[in-house]
Nanobody
Framework: QVQLVESGGDVVQAGGSLRLSCQVS????????MGWFRQVPGKGREGIAA???????FYAPSVRGRFTISKDTNKDTLYLQMNSLKPEDTGVYYC?????????????????WGQGTQVTVSS
């Protein structure tokens, strides 16, 4: 059974940095896409960053240049380095995994999701 567990969420001041982690387990050998999504109350999940099996990365315009997605295959862990944080980055951050999502920065049809980790950026 695929399991994703996020960690690293915290309260941080605007301009600060955080690194989120997503520990993956239960995945058999294969080519997987992985992504980070953000959700705020009253809104749907939005794609923030994603990586395809070839290592190509994709970012939402709102975070490009500030956030970096990466993975450590040896540790089965996906990361999201977030710099120059803004209050509008506040939300619950989820990691997700799928072999071939129809749109890598859209939340539809991803196979597995973590439980989320809260990021709060104060002004």
């Amino acid at each position: 059974q695929v399991q994703l567990v996020e960690s690293g969420g915290d309260v941080v001041q605007a301009g600060g940095s955080l690194r989120l982690s997503c520990q993956v387990s239960g995945v058999t050998y294969g080519r997987w896409c992985m992504g980070w999504f953000r959700q705020v109350p009253g809104k749907g999940r939005e794609g923030i960053a994603a990586m395809n099996p070839d290592g190509r990365v994709f970012y939402a315009p709102s975070v490009r240049g500030r956030f970096t997605i990466s993975k450590d295959t040896n540790k089965d862990t996906l990361y999201l380095q977030m710099n120059s944080l803004k209050p509008e980055d506040t939300g619950v951050y989820y990691c997700a995994l799928d072999q071939s999502p129809p749109n890598i920065l859209k939340p539809e049809n991803w196979l597995a999701w973590g439980q989320g980790t809260q990021v709060t950026v104060s002004s």
